[in-house]
């Protein structure tokens, strides 16, 4: 992870052939159209890979417990 991880989307408007992306923490930025859909593809492609990654965390099972230590 870099920086802080924002739970808030971006807003996003398009002007005068270029598309504007307004975010929590001062995030702004401008973008071509084609620079914005190879974006948004990157964006969809990484959101799904994170979470997977997500999901596998929240139900990784505990295997490093010694087995001595369980009392059944």
């Given at each position: 992870?870099v920086?802080?991880?924002?739970?808030?989307p971006c807003?996003?408007?398009?002007?005068?052939?270029?598309v504007m992306?307004?975010?929590s923490g001062?995030?702004?930025?401008s973008?071509t159209?084609?620079a914005?859909?190879?974006t948004?593809s990157r964006l969809?492609?990484?959101?799904?890979?994170?979470?997977?990654?997500?999901?596998?965390i929240?139900?990784?099972?505990v295997?490093?417990?010694p087995?001595d230590?369980?009392?059944?």
């Amino acid at each position: 992870m870099v920086g802080i991880v924002h739970h808030e989307p971006c807003d996003v408007a398009s002007e005068n052939g270029e598309v504007m992306i307004n975010g929590s923490g001062g995030l702004v930025s401008s973008m071509t159209p084609a620079a914005a859909k190879q974006t948004g593809s990157r964006l969809l492609e990484c959101a799904a890979r994170a979470a997977e990654q997500e999901a596998a965390i929240d139900v990784a099972p505990v295997t490093d417990i010694p087995p001595d230590t369980i009392s059944l």
